[in-house]
């Protein structure tokens, strides 16, 4: 990095940073990328091998034209690089019907589910109790179980999506500066311009992308403060209690069961590497807050089998971690996202709190990124994601 005034800095280069620094490498601009550590890397919130994709979102009809954009880009994206980044192995949702949920934006996650596919025409089946039995011997069940099935829905590739995206950014012109915090972001002055502040030296540009995921509120004006929460979450691997070839991507997909104890809600994946990678799965927590700086990335004993225990009751593993992993969720007062302007200052835009839930859609926010910073219209509807809604200014 030779340069120290740009068009464009982008803060943070995980999901969203990544996407937007390739979706701005063909502007003509000159885009500069920081990232404090080497992305893609663990210490954030876009590592663990796997997301979840699904174009019925139970969090808010409003997503699903931002998921199809991203599912348009992976696939671009595939072709561009010759990787694997989205594996369409279908979606399961499933559980006690008609069962209340929280934490997700809705109080009814499944019912939600089948409107959204409805509505948008979302190719799915509706599975009865027994046809559930049927199909997923992997699971075990209480008795009343019902299952949403999608048959575009499956996982994408975390860690190589955001490689991909930034070795492509690279190689058409954008500077990429790792290993290098940013410690402030002002303005210059007014609505004009911003001064980033990092250990290795200072830049300026005319607009910088704050997408620095759990360490966002840092660069916000103390208003922000407290409006977003870091909840730490565990990712495992188990070994598989029934043949792994059960859990391939041939035989089985991602899926999540809701449930209306949050502890019986959990979530996973196929088994992408044999029985030696195990069986992925997590269950979620909005209980105890944490923060980048002092968060726990070890994984208690005690942990392991608190999950055991409660996993252990639908799922068909056997009491041994393989693995796991510590990730954190920035999470907003609705658990939607913000990707917007910051209040009083236009020439900041934000795009990171995502609740837990925003990977699938990180290719599409790359592309409104770029939109927003050229002046253009973005091409999906971001209204509902917008600073306003928090009424705080
Ligand atoms: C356990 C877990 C499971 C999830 N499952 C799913 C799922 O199944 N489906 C789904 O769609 N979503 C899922 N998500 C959510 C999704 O992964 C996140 O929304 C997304 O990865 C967040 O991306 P980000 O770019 O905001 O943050 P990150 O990827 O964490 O990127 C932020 C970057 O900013 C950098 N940074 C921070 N501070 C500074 C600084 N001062 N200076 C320089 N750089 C800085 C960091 O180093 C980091 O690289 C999950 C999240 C977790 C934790």
Redesign the pocket.
């Known amino acids: 990095v030779g340069n120290s005034v740009y068009d464009i800095i982008i803060?943070?280069?995980?999901?969203?940073?990544?996407?937007a620094a390739y979706q701005l490498s063909q502007s003509g601009k000159r885009v500069l990328g920081?990232?404090?550590?080497i992305?893609?890397?663990t210490?954030?919130?876009?590592?663990?091998d796997?997301?979840?994709?699904r174009e019925a979102i139970g969090e808010g009809r409003v997503y699903t034209p931002l998921?199809r954009l991203s599912n348009l880009i992976w696939e671009d994206l595939e072709k561009e690089t010759g990787k694997d980044l989205l594996t369409r192995c279908g979606g399961l949702v499933f559980g006690p019907e008609h069962v209340e949920t929280g934490r997700h934006g809705t109080s009814d996650f499944l019912g939600e589910t089948i409107a959204a596919a409805g509505e948008w025409g979302i190719e799915h089946q509706i599975l009865s109790h027994q046809e559930l039995v049927k199909r997923y011997p992997q699971f075990k069940y209480q008795g009343n179980e019902i299952g949403y099935f999608e048959t575009g829905a499956g996982?994408?590739r975390?860690e190589r999506c955001?490689q991909a995206q930034l070795e492509l950014a690279a190689s058409r012109g954008v500077a990429l500066l790792y290993n290098?915090?940013?410690?402030k972001i002002e303005p210059k002055g007014g609505a004009d311009g911003v001064v980033v502040t990092?250990t290795s030296g200072i830049y300026e540009s005319e607009i910088a992308i704050i997408?620095?995921?759990?360490?966002?509120a840092?660069?916000l004006p103390n208003v922000w403060n407290s409006t977003f929460e870091i909840y730490r979450?565990?990712?495992y691997w188990f070994e598989p209690g029934i043949d792994i070839e059960a859990f391939s991507t041939k035989n089985f997909g991602?899926y999540i069961r809701i449930d209306h104890e949050p502890q019986n809600m959990f979530?996973g994946?196929p088994a992408i590497d044999g029985a030696t990678g195990g069986v992925k799965f997590?269950a979620?927590q909005f209980e105890t807050v944490s923060n980048?700086d002092t968060l726990d990335r070890k994984v208690a004993v005690r942990e392991i089998e608190s999950i055991y225990q409660h996993v252990g009751k639908y799922l068909r593993i056997k009491p041994h971690c393989i693995r796991s992993?510590?990730?954190?969720?920035?999470v907003t007062p609705d658990l939607n996202f913000v990707i917007d302007r910051l209040p009083k200052y236009p020439q900041m835009i934000v795009?990171?709190?995502?609740?837990?839930?925003?990977?699938?859609?990180?290719a599409g926010v790359g592309r409104i990124l770029k939109e927003l910073t050229l002046g253009q219209n973005p091409s999906v509807d971001i209204s509902s994601f917008s600073f306003d809604r928090f009424g705080k200014h």
């Open positions: 803060v943070g280069l995980g999901a969203m940073g990544s996407a920081i990232d404090q550590f992305p893609p890397h210490n954030g919130s876009s590592h663990g796997t997301r979840i994709t998921v996982f994408v975390p955001v290098t915090p940013v410690l990092t997408s620095a995921g759990a360490c966002l840092e660069f979450q565990v990712l991602v979530y994946f997590a979620e980048f992993a510590v990730c954190m969720y920035t795009a990171s709190p995502c609740s837990g839930h925003g990977f699938k859609h990180s």
